[in-house]
């Protein structure tokens, strides 16, 4: 089966959207640390690009948006503390499949998992119904080879509302197709479990994020069909769509950067809290192969990985050394990072 998706599946998935239009490139290197090396100089096109606008997705994704506005003032939340548990409950669900998953695990390899594991990551990131694992590790990989230029699928130079949803609701810069048909995509395509949950991602999406998570409220405690949908459609599923799209958008505009001051990414504890772990973004661009995602141990993500690793199903945990980690912040910091508070202020110099 993975063979059939590899010499079919993979060059439609990366190609069927080739726009034939000339832009500036933006060309950058990754060293073998993966952090990200601007040595190679670039022209950055100021001019806003124009194309093609996916009205399917602005019309879907503008009513369920409405719809979840509307039922946040209208929906009682106390009336059954079991159904509101439970959109906490799915919200972490997701989380992991997204972070844990799809992120740390296909997208990175910061750690490896037994097939035991890779199911329930592929199941948990069913639960979160966004585009299947190929897609998702392609465009991430793109963002963190050319981040925050046309190259990336949601730059943040072109404002917060495009990094955060807009870039779904237009077709692709032409950087980003042509840099996205350039990744390595056989290590994802060589996993059984990744092409069985690419092949029939819809009907596992169906399954997992929609029509197990409203079940489970009715035959479990009783609830109504309507406040199950309500609860798991119109407003667990868009907060965990804005919580993940917060990631691009909020944690490449706000916040602190303590580990490399010269790039957008920052670090954001809102966004950690609502992605059970993924706000320390301007420290995972510098070591994106870091299981923790964060210098420090104690996000949802992170405890669920060394659990799994307890019981055999995670091994190979990568993280980089307290020293690597406290010259990169010296060096590169903006002076935000606890070492600085120890070292005399003639020494908090960013060379």
Not at 159 to 166: I, P, R
Not at 230 to 254: D, G, K, M
Request: charged share 20%.
């Amino acid at each position: 089966m993975a063979s059939k998706i590899l010499s079919t599946d993979s060059k439609t998935l990366m190609k069927k959207n080739l726009q034939n239009e000339e832009s500036l490139i933006t060309t950058k290197t990754i060293d073998e640390n993966n952090k990200q090396n601007r040595s190679e100089s670039y022209t950055r096109n100021e001019v806003w690009f124009k194309t093609e606008l996916k009205w399917i997705n602005i019309v879907t994704l503008s009513l369920l948006h409405l719809c979840f506005i509307y039922a946040c003032f209208t929906f009682n939340f106390f009336e059954n503390l079991m159904t509101t548990a439970w959109i906490y409950g799915m919200i972490i669900i997701a989380g992991f499949g997204v972070t844990g998953g799809v992120h740390r695990f296909w997208t990175h390899r910061s750690y490896k998992a037994k097939w035991q594991l890779r199911t329930i990551l592929a199941a948990c990131y069913a639960a979160a119904s966004m585009n299947d694992i190929f897609e998702w590790v392609r465009d991430h990989r793109v963002h963190h080879k050319y981040t925050d230029t046309d190259a990336d699928p949601h730059n943040s130079n072109r404002g917060f509302f495009f990094s955060h949803m807009g870039w779904l609701m237009m077709k692709k810069h032409p950087d980003v197709i042509r840099r996205g048909c350039e990744i390595d995509m056989s290590d994802v395509l060589a996993d059984p479990i990744a092409v069985f949950a690419i092949k029939y991602s819809s009907i596992l999406k169906f399954i997992f994020a929609f029509l197990l998570p409203m079940m489970l409220p009715v035959y479990a405690w009783n609830e109504t069909w309507s406040r199950a949908f309500v609860s798991q459609i119109f407003i667990r599923y868009i907060l965990v769509l804005n919580f993940t799209w917060s990631v691009n958008s909020v944690a490449h505009i706000w916040g602190s950067r303590p580990y490399d001051a010269h790039i957008n990414p920052t670090e954001s504890l809102f966004v950690n809290c609502a992605t059970v772990g993924e706000g320390s973004h301007n420290y995972h661009h510098i070591f994106p192969w870091d299981y923790k995602a964060s210098e420090f141990n104690g996000s949802i993500t992170t405890n669920l990985i060394k659990f799994f690793s307890k019981i055999g199903w995670a091994y190979d945990l990568k993280e980089p050394s307290e020293e690597l980690i406290k010259t990169v912040a010296m060096n590169r910091g903006d002076g935000s990072h606890s070492l600085w508070k120890a070292v005399p202020y003639s020494a908090n110099k960013i060379e």
